[in-house]
């Protein structure tokens, strides 16, 4: 016998299926949110059920979900009856996501079986440019096709949320947190918790915390690369980083100045008590680049790889300089958009050399991705 014609309730069905949910990035159906539909002739009523109250993104999905469904023959029209989910219903959303023996959040990243490649972005000093390179890092490994997500841990001076053009609140199912989007790029910041442009004014136990929360209480898929933007110095985000997340790998940002490459020597340093990995430095703001071709070496010369060829003598292992990167107006500019310069213009020297980063960053053997140094400190007597 030959399988029944499937319905219109089927094409339906399996058009609804192809809806993902704009946070959580998985079907509709999947998730529980579809409680039903009804048909009239050519006309579809759906019933979908929300997280949250007031969800920014039920015109999105009403958007797709129409795209979806009028794409059947023979639907002309559809419309969508908002509901709300319980508690009991928001739970098992929790469950269904976090995994039935995940009673207590735990940081998917620090786990033993973890793919994610997670690069801590470091600074001895503010002012050398450590979150612009971060957003752009992250736009330009997004762009390739990887999953990545950013955590503004920079908790004083947060900055990530307007330079990637994430202008979204965080949405609350039940215990955890779904992060906003842009360009392709998850992203958290306490900025998105405060109110207007407030001050945070936190001592290291609430510092540790918000890392412990934004790492742990935010769901964030099944991420290729996780970036975290890093308050400048060698204080208590750096600490709280190497307990939390002890596979991460430190990438150095500094400036070609003398001054600014011997701090960023130190924030570099500290892997040899974290026993964490050195990816490698990143030199910004390395030259202008004059209208008759010509450089000038605002900051000096030889930063970068002065720092790279220090912290190789000093941890016993190589550590790149992995790029030099241009200053350029328009990196300002772009970031001031929220649309970093490897989306907003490609083909700037500064783009280029941010993407080469990237490129470095995108193909390491997997091998050797979060293996700790292995060094430990001699017992003094």
Known sequence: MSAPAPTLEDAIQTALATVDDPEIRRPITELGMVKGFTVATSAVNVELLLTVAGCPLRDKLTVDITDALTKIPGIESVTIDFGVMTEEQRKALQTQLRGSGAAEPVIPFAQPGSRTRVYAVASGKGGVGKSSVTVNLAASLAKRGLSVGVVDADIYGHSVPRMLGVDGRPTRVEDMIMPPQSHGVKVISIGMFTAGNAAVVWR????????????????????????????????????????????????VVTTPQTAAA????????????????????????????????????????????????????????????????????????????????????????????????????????????????????????
Do not use: C, Y
Request: without cysteine; hydrophobic residues 50%; negative net charge.
């Open 262 to 381: 011997e701090v960023a020597e130190r924030a570099g340093a500290i892997a040899l008590q974290t026993h964490q990995r050195l990816v490698g430095v990143v030199e910004n703001m390395s030259w202008l680049e004059l209208p008759d071709g010509s450089r000038m070496e605002v900051f000096g010369a030889g930063g970068g790889q002065t720092v790279a060829d220090s912290l190789t003598q000093t941890i016993g292992a190589s550590v790149p300089l992995l790029g030099q990167i241009p200053m350029d107006t328009r990196v300002r500019e772009a970031g001031d958009a929220g649309r970093p310069i490897v989306l907003a213009d490609a083909d700037a020297p500064a783009a280029k050399a941010l993407d080469a980063v990237a490129d470095r960053l995108a193909v390491r053997r997997e091998s050797l991705v979060g293996k700790p140094l292995g060094l430990s400190v001699a017992a003094r007597h």
């Open 204 to 251: 290291g136990p609430m510092l540790h915390r918000a890392l412990q929360q934004f790492l742990a209480d935010v769901f964030w898929g099944e991420l290729d690369v996780l970036l975290l933007d890093l308050p400048p110095g060698t204080g208590d985000m750096a600490i709280s980083l190497a307990q939390l997340l002890p596979n991460a790998e430190i990438l």
